[in-house]
């Protein structure tokens, strides 16, 4: 009867584990409508394509050849030991290795599951496999395993990294052995003859040796020293398996520039240099006499972009320019002294001489965020008739500053301590003062507004469109 009752329990309890485990792995997609798709299973996975073990069984005498075959039909890569936050961590680095192609990088199996056999990746993350040489049980951990060139086919198009321990390890591990799915093969070098290249101080190249990590870790262009293959990874990943990359996402020259706006006195936007000839121009109105500050950095502890940081005036000459050479991230803070439009460039490069102990802009790509704020100078002062009685603009909280336009009349009504009004060439636009503040005649299509609100303090930018 105990037992019977143990059987019972059991079979209620280990769904209950089953579901626990699943919920560990959250639902994460960095491209969700792309073509291709790589899928990164951490719950374990059954191994019952013999590709892999023909391969390796060419290596081995006849008998243990066949007795390889015949014994190691039915394994399975072990589920991974990671959790919630450090599955979320892989998922992260692998992302940004693979975010500037048109792929998906997923945790979903459903979408795995429905997705065109010839159009995806297996890529497994466990912590072991068994298999049977021998007549004995030859496990393998802490490595990796891939079907080279085995993308398109879905009997071949799988790989896998055991390892636990350290996530960032095994996000570099799976990159390098989805990229052998892709057709990439590695980096070593001739002499010395090895056949992994361990990289100079703060870099190495993916298919590079894998477990060693390093500060910045790139796609490569066998530009080092003595390389044992010329090989342009991003190209045979393009190339070999009709591959796209992402498209451009924000204009490649400062004449064409994408205007941000201030929300309160800051402005955030997200983008990625996907190839070696992109740059990301921005523009925004900055008001006279205020301390400017940018700041642009890729993802923490796993971003492959070296970012250089270009400000330019109105007038578009080069004001200041931001490379730290020992960090990836870059930021400018400078005196704003003549109101109007500045511009803002991203640019992804390279540090030191890549044949001997740096790296080029090749694989200086990647996720980057772009933050912008400004305060008011310090030296800045403000008279008692500027505290003019005006208000926040409307829906920026209880208060609400009203905009009102009669022909070629503009009436600004509200509560503010701060107020300023310019044309979009950076012009100081005059208007009455009083209890109503009054523009007398509009001679332009656009203006921009800058005010501080009465219930926050925050210096607000907003540019208001008179057509």
């Known amino acids: 009867m ?85 599955i979320k961590q892989i998922w992260e680095r692998v992302k940004e290795d693979y975010c500037i192609f048109n792929i998906n990088v997923t945790t979903d199996r459903k979408l795995f599951d429905k997705h065109p056999d010839n159009k995806k990746v297996l890529a497994m993350i466990g912590t072991e496999v068994n298999l049977f040489i021998g007549g004995k049980p030859f496990p393998l951990f802490e490595s990796g395993r891939a079907s080279i060139d085995g993308y398109g086919n879905i009997r071949s198009s799988y790989c896998w990294s055991l390892y636990k321990g350290d996530p960032i390890l095994a996000a570099t591990s799976i990159t390098h052995e989805i990229g052998h799915v892709f057709g990439l093969l590695h980096n070593g070098t001739i002499n010395p003859d090895r056949e992994y290249f361990k990289g100079f101080a703060n870099y190495k190249p993916i298919m590079g040796r894998g477990i060693n990590i390093k500060r910045v870790m790139q796609w490569g262009n066998s530009e080092y020293d003595n390389a044992n293959r010329q090989q342009d990874d991003i190209n045979v990943i393009l190339k070999n398996n009709n591959i796209k990359l992402i498209k451009d996402d924000y204009p490649n020259t400062l004449s064409s520039a994408l205007e941000l706006f201030f929300e309160s006195d800051k402005a955030e936007i997200k983008g990625i ?83 001997v102990n740096g790296y080029s802009d090749y694989g200086s790509l990647g996720q980057y965020t772009l933050k912008i704020d400004f305060r008011m100078n310090e030296e800045m002062t403000l008279s008692s008739n500027t505290h003019m009685p005006l208000k926040s603009l409307q829906n920026e909280g209880k208060d609400v500053l009203t905009i009102h336009r009669e022909e070629k009349e503009l009436t600004i009504k509200g509560k503010t301590n701060y107020i300023k009004l310019y044309d979009l060439s950076g012009k100081r636009i005059g208007f009455s003062k009083g209890q109503l503040l009054h523009l007398d005649t509009i001679n332009a299509d656009a203006y921009i507004l800058v005010y501080e609100t009465s219930t926050t303090n925050k210096v607000m930018i907003k540019k208001i469109l008179l057509k």
């Open 2 to 86: 105990k037992k019977q009752s143990l059987k019972i329990l059991l079979a209620l309890i280990c769904p209950l584990i089953n579901n626990a485990q699943n919920k560990l792995i959250p639902l994460l997609n960095s491209n969700k409508n792309a073509p291709v798709l790589i899928y990164l299973d951490f719950d374990g996975e059954p191994l019952t394509d013999t590709t892999f073990f023909d391969n390796l069984g060419k290596a081995l005498p006849e008998k243990e050849e066949k007795e390889l075959k015949i014994k190691n039909k039915n394994l399975s890569v072990s589920p991974s030991s990671f959790n919630t936050n450090q």
């Open 273 to 355: 240099i996907h190839q070696r000839n992109d740059f990301d121009f921005f523009k925004i109105f900055v008001p006279e006499n205020v301390i400017l500050n940018i700041e642009a950095s890729g993802p923490k502890k796993y971003g492959n972009l070296d970012i250089q940081l270009d400000l330019f005036k109105s007038n578009k000459e080069l004001m200041e320019s931001a490379d730290p050479k020992d960090k990836h991230s870059a930021n400018i803070t400078t005196k704003i002294e003549t109101a109007g439009y500045y511009y803002v460039k991203i640019d992804g490069v390279g540090k030191g001489n890549p044949a």
